[in-house]
């Protein structure tokens, strides 16, 4: 799996899941728990992961989503 996008804002999370889900692009958000250590203050990003073979059309996804500022490794 590669990072795809790499943020603190929830609601990108939840908006490039959406989209992932909806084009079928199996995809899973690493470090989730780390609101445990940090004290759920949303200092510390998390990484939104998709398979390697997927990469290509999840970022053609995301940059017709408009949100392309948040593809990590363009």
Same mark, same amino acid.
């Given at each position: 799996?590669?990072?795809?996008v790499?943020? $603190?804002d929830? &609601?990108?999370?939840?908006?490039?899941?959406? *989209?992932?889900?909806?084009a079928?692009?199996?995809?899973f958000? =690493?470090?989730? $728990?780390?609101s &445990?250590?940090?004290?759920s203050i949303?200092? *510390?990003?998390?990484?939104?992961?998709?398979?390697?073979?997927? =990469?290509?059309?999840?970022?053609?996804?995301l940059?017709?989503?408009?949100?392309?500022?948040?593809?990590?490794?363009k």
């Amino acid at each position: 799996m590669i990072e795809l996008v790499r943020t $603190n804002d929830a &609601v990108i999370i939840s908006f490039v899941e959406s *989209l992932m889900r909806d084009a079928g692009i199996a995809c899973f958000v =690493a470090d989730q $728990n780390m609101s &445990v250590l940090e004290g759920s203050i949303g200092l *510390l990003p998390k990484r939104v992961m998709v398979d390697a073979e997927k =990469a290509e059309a999840a970022r053609r996804i995301l940059k017709d989503a408009g949100i392309e500022n948040e593809i990590r490794g363009k």
